[in-house]
């Protein structure tokens, strides 16, 4: 029964976990800002300062309650942005044929977009001065209004193109400010359960886009309600994240917190943070090659999941011929496997205190499984099923290499500095940007055929079920006579021999030939000339796109290979053995520094 209640207490933050290894040891540094002398706490209320709409910062941490709800707030509304962002990727063919876009175009868009929002992501770094909260709440309403009026009344290509482009700031400035705030709420001893969670942003997303997709794309036929839906979704979460997110002051979050029983001593250190000296020259402290150099392989290693969210409908409709609603319930198995990971293996990599072996173990997995998923390409007769098992096992690999990163990533930065979170994320954010946009130009290159499949396939295949007596007659004739026949002024002669050519191919009287070859004269000169012009070179496409998009998901598995020594960079221990000495340690010099405080500051935690 006792043990039960300590991880009770432990579930609600009201006591160290049992048997906790951590992730790295505390070390006071410049940085985290050792107590100089004992001051009293701040003042003001158990929970923060007075309520207000624009001042959100807390000057004390949150209840263990409110600090939850805290922590939902932010994933919710990193869930939804991304909802927002990806929810194109579900009706993409529909976009194209509404707008008559051609595929590079679109590609040249999803690039114009990631560039705004490596932009913004720059930006966000000034979050570490101005704060998270509002970035985030305000960030959200520009993205939702954009996605729910202006994307679905767009009426030209260049209109949905400006749309797009503000949902990607938007979006940058919250992929930053977000797990900002996330670390703030999360002591290292729980980082990886907690970014765990904010990673379920995207994947939770991706997720909502291929469920509400495949489920209503059937009766809600318009690819504009797909828009709609999200954007209404959005400016519901607006106003709850307008009325209830908030912030750590910047003298509580510029500090490192290990666990939350630390909440007291961080609280006396603040009084003697200068706020100044730790955030000067931000991008000096943090462009640096331990933040750089795994910021880039991370970014290589989700090229699957990029590529994923923008491709997987179009790939699996074009080379294996499902519909929309079936590509998009693969995505849901995809998203969904790795929702269930990113969070379990969140909780173990606390559990166990070492993150960078899961990681490890994890990235050598998804490499297999990439390298097998890319093998199918060139098996058109891969069934249904059988791709539901390698993306489950290939998403859940994946999610549980990326949780612990991220949480070890923000340790890493903390090592450098606590002050400057915001920054360090921006460096991340920014490079996944870059990676994105160089992805999304370099796939035609890849990938030549997909710019015919997608902009030609689809009409000459209505095309080909509208006139298939037609095409079937045209067949039938021998390409000599047939051009014979297609002259401005045919001999005489081509008329009867066509027909004899009909009889001979089709069995059927010389009557019916007749009618069947004046059925093909019939046929509108556009069509004719369309699937005169583009219906061999759909053929060519079709035939050479497995093996091209297979190229692809190869190069995807190559980043994969290139993320994992770059994990030996972050901060943190192998063996839970060193952790274990480590924490013991860091309790140690904990306990120092409480002794030394004022009795009236020393409250239950």
């Known amino acids: ?90 009706v993409g063919p529909s976009i194209l044929a509404h707008f008559q876009m051609t595929f590079r175009f ?42 729910a009026f202006a994307v679905p009344l767009a009426k030209t290509e260049w209109q949905f193109a400006a749309a797009l482009c503000v949902i990607g700031f938007m979006e940058g400035v919250i992929l930053v400010a977000s797990p900002a705030l996330v670390r703030d709420f999360s002591p290292q001893v729980r980082r990886g359960a907690a970014m765990g969670f904010w990673t379920l942003g995207p994947v939770v997303a991706s997720l909502i886009v291929s469920e509400v997709a495949s489920n209503t794309l059937k009766s809600l036929h318009p690819w ?66 331990d933040i750089v150099v795994p910021a880039l392989g991370v970014s290589l290693f989700l090229l699957v999941y990029i590529s994923a969210v923008a491709f997987f409908v179009i790939y699996f409709s074009s080379v294996f011929g499902f519909t929309q609603a079936q590509s998009n319930g693969l995505g849901n198995w995809f998203w969904a496997a790795d929702a269930i990971t990113v969070v379990a293996v969140g909780f173990l990599s606390d559990r166990i205190g070492v993150r960078k072996p899961i990681m490890v173990v994890a990235a050598t997995i998804a490499v297999v499984m990439t390298a097998i998923f890319a093998t199918r390409a060139t098996h058109p007769a891969t069934s249904y099923d059988s791709f ?35 920054t360090g994320l921006a460096v991340w954010g920014w490079t996944v940007r870059l990676v994105t946009a160089v992805a999304l130009l370099a796939l035609p290159f890849v990938v030549t055929s997909a710019t015919t499949i997608v902009d030609y396939a689809p009409q000459v295949q209505a095309l080909s079920i509208h006139y298939a007596p037609e095409i079937a007659t045209a067949k039938a004739i021998e390409p000599a006579t047939l051009k014979e026949l297609q002259s401005k002024s045919p001999p005489k002669s ?6 004899r050519q009909i009889v001979a191919t089709e069995h059927v009287t010389a009557s019916v030939a007749l009618q069947h070859l004046l059925a093909l004269r019939a046929l509108p000169a556009s069509d004719r000339a369309f699937l005169a012009a583009h219906g061999k070179q759909v053929l060519a496409a079709k035939e050479q796109s497995p093996k091209q998009w ?15 020594p770059t994990i030996f960079l972050l901060v943190g221990r192998w063996r839970p053995s060193a952790a274990r000495r480590d924490l013991e340690e860091h ?14 500051v020393l409250v239950p935690v």
């Open 224 to 289: 504009e309600d797909q828009y709609h839906i999200a954007g209404v979704t959005g400016l519901v979460m607006f106003v709850i994240a307008f009325l209830t997110l908030r912030e750590l002051s910047p003298q509580l979050r510029d500090q490192v917190l290990y666990s939350l029983r630390e909440r007291v001593v961080i609280e006396a250190r603040a009084r003697g943070l200068d706020i100044g000296a730790a955030t000067s020259k931000p991008w000096r402290q943090m462009v640096q090659w």
């Open 550 to 564: 297979e190229h692809w998901w190869l190069i995807c598995m190559a980043g994969q290979l290139l993320f994992i």
């Open 494 to 499: 081509a008329i009867p021999l066509a027909v």
């Open 388 to 422: 539901i098992v390698i993306l489950v096992v290939l998403s859940a690999s994946r999610g549980a290499a990326y949780a612990p990163w991220m949480a070890s990533f923000t340790e890493t930065i903390e090592h450098r500095n606590p002050a400057l979170v915001a």
């Open 106 to 147: 679109y590609l040249t868009i999803s690039v114009a977009s990631s560039v705004f929002g490596m932009a913004a992501s720059l930006l966000a770094g000034l979050a570490d001065r101005w704060g998270r909260a509002n970035m985030i709440v305000f960030g959200l309403l520009a993205a939702s209004l954009t996605t």
């Open 1 to 90: 029964m006792n043990g039960l209640r300590q991880w009770f207490l432990w579930l609600v933050g009201e006591e160290p976990r049992p048997r906790l290894v951590p992730a790295r040891a505390y070390v006071p540094t410049a940085q985290s800002a050792p107590a100089p002398a004992p001051t009293p706490a701040l003042t003001g209320p158990p929970g923060g300062r007075s309520f207000s709409l624009w001042d959100r910062k807390l000057d004390h941490y949150p209840s263990p309650r409110r600090r939850g709800f805290l922590l939902a707030m932010v994933v919710l509304t990193t869930i939804i942005t991304y909802y927002q962002q990806y929810v194109g990727g579900a």
């Open 587 to 600: 309790d140690r010099l904990v306990e120092q520094e409480r002794a030394q405080l004022p009795e009236e």
